[in-house]
């Protein structure tokens, strides 16, 4: 059987983590998958505050764009396998 890690959004969805980024400035980003749907793909970036991590959208295109960036380098080369 698979571990998966499981967490609840502010939008009261289920997503899989199925990725973890962390760039240059040590900012770490969890690429996210529906639970129930696939196609439902979000990306977060996580702060620590209070001694707790919490998960924050993405500040803006250029940070987004940044970690698709390192996502991509990240796995090219990978296979995809259906």
């Known amino acids: 059987m698979i571990d998966v890690n ?3 959004l502010e939008n ?3 997503y899989i983590i199925t990725d973890t980024i962390i760039n240059d400035n040590n900012n770490k980003y969890l ?3 529906g639970k129930l749907d696939n196609n439902d793909i979000v990306i977060r ?12 959208k993405l500040d803006s295109e250029d940070e987004f764009e940044e970690i698709m960036t390192l996502f991509g380098d990240k796995h090219k080369g990978e296979k995809n396998e259906e």
């Not at 970036?45 to 998960?55: C, P, R």
């Open 6 to 8: 499981v967490m609840t």
């Open 12 to 14: 009261g969805k289920d």
């Open 31 to 33: 690429f996210l998958v």
């Open 45 to 56: 970036k996580v702060i620590t505050k209070n001694d707790g991590e919490y998960l924050v």
